[in-house]
């Protein structure tokens, strides 16, 4: 057997390719969750209420918008007009507070009022992307669930985060004004609207990866957050496990982990230090692998793309086998990815002749060589004998564009 066989045969044993697994019956397994999900019953997929719904066509006017992301916290107007369109005016871009120090409450809320206070005359609603755990609220508001991404304010764990927005402004002479807090995955479908009905779209899906993955789909007319990077649907294979059980938060979140950026490069060392011990890699390659404590998607994603990266001290037969072993997880990524995606689309079981608009966001999702393309790939052949038309779009600011959907 030829080395190259060797590695592909390998990979399907290992159930680390795409062709080591059905897609349809995956597919299945997805949308059968997602119901147990909105039914209340058992499930991994905890299909949340966001309380809104896409901005119905005709709608204008002029909201601000708070994007509140793990790096950078961003203010500013979004000018909706009569055609969808959005215009983001008078946009304050600053550091995410709490990062790297801790901050109090006031401290947090300060920094929001600081680039909304100066418009506060041209504004009575306020779109409020939070990409943090939070649980969104009847009244459109969110308690804030924990931190996360180092960022550091405890004072405001369990505070609702719109209210006490809008105390802040209110108190600092603003007048009396309204928040809708959402998520990014939610404000990633929202941000995808306009787009979507550009072609004739009627029925939306935001999708993100990233560092991390999520979903978000239409349901009776209501957006839900599908949390779909907690699925457990389905078996995983013994190196997920084996990643799994090096992880702090062992048994949750098993699908974000076989496909996201945080995770397909360990994941990959982890494939690694398991071929190596069944001789796929040179005995000098096998001892350097041995060595190594971390991968990070970032470098094998542009080494698979031929750019230059910190040596690894490997031979080339043995980087070969490396990048093969990449490529057979972003391939299985982005199967998993299409099935997600797949399966938010065929929910209700429905056909349509209008195209769904899928607005697909994430680092990882767009850098990693072929994952994109592959994705759409499967999600064509998963969805053909549904009779579904889709169209992916890329929406640059779908955060604040989302928010200020959300706004109306």
């Known amino acids: 057997m030829s080395d190259d066989k060797q590695i592909e045969s390998w990979l399907m044993e290992q159930g680390l390719s795409a062709g080591a697994y059905a897609g ?25 209420p966001t309380y809104l719904s896409p901005l119905a066509a005709g709608v204008e006017g002029t909201v601000a918008f708070v994007d ?37 409450a006031a401290d947090f809320y300060e920094s929001i009022c600081a680039g909304l206070l100066p418009v506060a005359d041209r504004f009575d609603r306020i779109g409020f992307c939070f990409s943090y755990p939070a649980e969104i609220l009847p009244n459109r508001d969110g308690r804030l669930l924990r931190w996360t991404k180092e960022i550091q304010i405890p004072e405001m764990v369990g505070s609702c985060v719109g209210a006490d927005l809008v105390a802040a402004l209110e108190q600092r002479g603003a007048g009396r004004k309204s928040v809708t807090v959402l998520n990014d995955t939610t404000a990633t479908l929202l941000g995808g609207c306009s787009a979507g009905r550009a072609f004739g779209a009627e029925e939306f899906v935001g999708f993100i990866l990233g560092t991390g993955t999520n979903c978000a789909c239409l349901h009776g007319g209501q ?25 702090v938060n062992r048994g949750q979140y098993r699908f974000e982990k076989a496909v996201s950026g945080a995770y397909l490069g360990p994941l990959t060392l982890v494939a690694m230090q398991e071929a190596a011990q069944e001789g796929l890699f040179s005995a000098a390659g096998a001892a350097v692998i041995e060595g190594w404590h971390e991968l990070d998607t970032v470098s094998l994603s542009m080494r698979l793309a031929g750019e230059a990266v910190p040596a690894w001290e490997l031979a080339e037969k043995d980087e070969r086998v490396m990048l093969r072993i990449f490529e057979g997880l972003v391939e299985r990524a982005a199967l998993f990815s299409a099935v997600n995606m797949g399966a938010a689309m065929v929910l209700d079981r429905t056909e349509g002749a209008a195209p769904i608009c899928v607005n697909a966001n994430g680092s990882t999702f767009h850098r990693t060589p072929g994952l994109a393309a592959q994705t759409e790939v499967f999600m064509r052949e998963l969805l053909e004998p549904f009779g579904r038309e889709f169209r992916v779009v890329r929406v640059a600011d779908a955060p604040a564009l989302g928010a200020a959907m959300a706004a109306f």
């Open 24 to 48: 349809s019956g995956m597919l299945e397994a997805f949308r059968v969750e997602m119901e147990a999900g909105l039914a209340g019953a058992s499930s991994s997929l905890a299909m949340l």
């Open 68 to 104: 509140a992301g793990g790096t950078n916290l961003r203010t500013g107007l979004a000018v909706v007009d009569a055609g969808g369109q959005v215009t983001l005016e008078q946009v304050v871009k600053r550091a995410m507070p709490g990062r790297g120090a801790e901050v109090s």
């Open 223 to 247: 957006i839900f957050n599908m949390e779909s990077g907690n699925f457990a649907g389905w078996s995983f294979s013994a190196v997920d496990d084996r990643l799994d059980a090096l992880q």
